[in-house]
């Protein structure tokens, strides 16, 4: 047996802007629609409407009634990403869910008394899940959409239609329940129908003969069956988040104040599907005309919203926009959260979150070319390295085996190199390695000696190289050691003992 659950967001537009600016929730607020003496209100605050301010009239009227009215225009961008808020909080209870536009959302909730004992918990858990994303949301459970959806419309919510009663539930409703742009209800009013119990008592033939193909939907949804199945949508790419804004800001601190809760909105999404951001990339939409757009790329993937507000602000004051900021967009590239060994007895290990920070800043001060992380070269001095990208890798996702060792010969370096006395001794064939000592544990007569080995780079061209190698055997053991060019000798590694 299949069962929906609808979310409804009463008044989206209005809540839609709201989510965006949450201290206007007590004022008196109108979303308009339309420029000069064409803006008319949409959606109006309690305490507008309460002022007799409704929707449809204009915002001359309006004003009117109520001098000191807050006026906002429709935001594309708000609408979008609270919608998107709203699909991500449905997920959380069922990856099959349906887009119905502007603040409307159906699940199917089949098989979820796994996880809740009573659907009016799973409704009420529901409710709790919209108000964290920052809207009024409202639940409705049925088995069909329509069912569904005006049990959600109703102000007492959670509301739940039990099974196979959805029929009943629709009969004493008017027409216009049955989908709000009816063309037809005028019609059916003239034969006498006036609710949809009325409507779903008449025979299927009859309606659809005279009404067509729209009179079989009709009748079919007024008997409590939805003429169309639930439609899933794919999970998106990204997390959007953007509003536009008032008036056009020339200053970075206004901006990153306005942009810090859209960040923060845009966390709260990341932890309710289990992401961090990877990467984010922020559009400024520039007063009169043109964009301006910049990708940031995090050292970690994160949630952190400080981190990311740190990030955007080193790299607006390194490219600055150039022109007033009229809105903006913030789009983040989710990724898994970065796994990290937690210490029992040392101490806390740095969080990548901070070492993003710290990165960021020091590219800031220094430059793209001197950050970065060691690697090594194809080269022979031991001291040879070059600054890479900082991307160290993640930790395995399972427990590696420790591969076998195929030889015998044990290396061991010395860091740094222990310094000795070599006593040396001049023969016609060149110089000998005689003896070894200074040290407590290294000292002795050489036995065997091999070198000198110049393994630099620039051992081909005339000039002397920084240092030459030997290998010698002493008593105790195979010794490589090495002379710089003020005639220094260090140990630098030993093989086997």
Same mark, same amino acid.
């Given at each position: 047996?299949? &069962? =929906? ?60 009634? !109520? ?12 609408? &979008? ?31 979820? @008394? ?25 639940? $409705? ?24 009663? @959805? ?30 119990? @009325? ?63 859209? =960040? ?25 005309? $043109? ?38 967009? !913030? ?18 290990? !740095?969080?990548?979150?901070? =070492? ?27 001291? &040879? ?47 000998? !390695? ?53 005639? @220094? ?9």
């Amino acid at each position: 047996m299949t &069962r =929906l659950a609808c979310f409804h967001v009463p008044l989206f537009l209005l809540a839609a802007r709201l989510r965006s600016e949450p201290e206007l929730v007590d004022d008196a607020v109108v979303i308009v629609e339309g420029n000069g003496t064409a803006a008319h209100v949409v959606a109006a605050t309690r305490r507008a409407r309460r002022k007799g301010i409704v929707g449809g009239m204009s915002l001359a009227q309006a004003r009117s009634l !109520l001098p000191k009215l807050i006026a906002r225009g429709r935001d594309a961008e708000c609408e &979008r990403t609270a919608q998107e808020a709203l699909l991500e909080a449905a997920e959380t209870f069922s990856p099959r869910v349906e887009d119905a536009g502007e603040g409307i959302v159906y699940l199917d909730i089949s098989g979820m @008394e796994r996880h809740f004992d009573r659907e009016e918990e799973l409704a009420k858990a529901a409710i709790r899940a919209i108000d964290a994303i920052g809207l009024p949301g409202r639940v $409705g459970i049925a088995g069909s959409k329509l069912a569904a959806r005006v049990a959600a419309e109703l102000p007492k919510s959670p509301v739940v239609v039990p099974p196979h009663d @959805e029929a009943a539930f629709l009969a004493p409703l008017p027409l216009t329940r049955l989908a709000p742009e009816l063309d037809a209800a005028s019609t059916l009013q003239r034969w006498g129908i006036n609710s949809i119990g @009325e409507l779903a008592s008449l025979p299927e033939s009859e309606i659809a003969s005279r009404l067509g193909e729209l009179g079989r939907d009709l009748h079919r949804a007024a008997r409590g069956i939805d003429v169309r199945p639930l439609v899933p949508r794919a999970m998106p790419p990204e997390f959007r988040e953007g509003m536009d804004l008032e008036w056009p800001l020339v200053a970075l601190e206004p901006f990153l104040f306005i942009a810090t809760a859209a =960040l923060e909105r845009l966390s709260k999404r990341l932890e309710i599907q289990g992401f961090s951001c990877s990467r984010i990339e922020l559009t400024l939409m520039l007063e009169p005309d $043109g964009y301006h757009a910049r990708a940031i790329e995090m050292a970690a993937p994160t949630r952190d919203v400080k981190t990311m507000l740190t990030l955007i602000r080193l790299d607006l004051e390194k490219n600055p926009p150039g022109a007033p900021v009229a809105g903006f967009a !913030l789009v983040a590239h989710p990724d898994r959260p970065r796994r990290a060994q937690l210490s029992l007895f040392g101490p806390a290990a !740095l969080s990548p979150e901070k =070492l993003a920070t710290t990165i960021a800043r020091l590219v800031s001060m220094l430059g793209d070319d001197r950050v970065g992380m060691a690697m090594t070269v194809d080269g022979h001095l031991p001291e &040879r390295f070059a600054v890479g990208d900082f991307a160290p890798p993640p930790p395995p996702d399972v427990r590696r085996a420790p591969r076998r060792a195929r030889g015998l010969l044990a290396a061991r370096t010395f860091r740094p190199p222990i310094p000795i006395e070599v006593i040396t001794r001049e023969t016609a064939d060149g110089e000998l !390695l005689d003896a070894i000592r200074g040290h407590d544990e290294i000292h002795g007569k050489v036995r065997v000696a091999s070198g000198p080995w110049r393994v630099e780079e620039g051992w081909w061209r005339d000039a002397p190289a920084d240092r030459e190698y030997w290998d010698v055997e002493l008593d105790r053991g195979v010794y490589r050691l090495y002379r710089n060019a003020a005639s @220094e000798w260090f140990i630098d590694a030993q093989f086997g003992a």
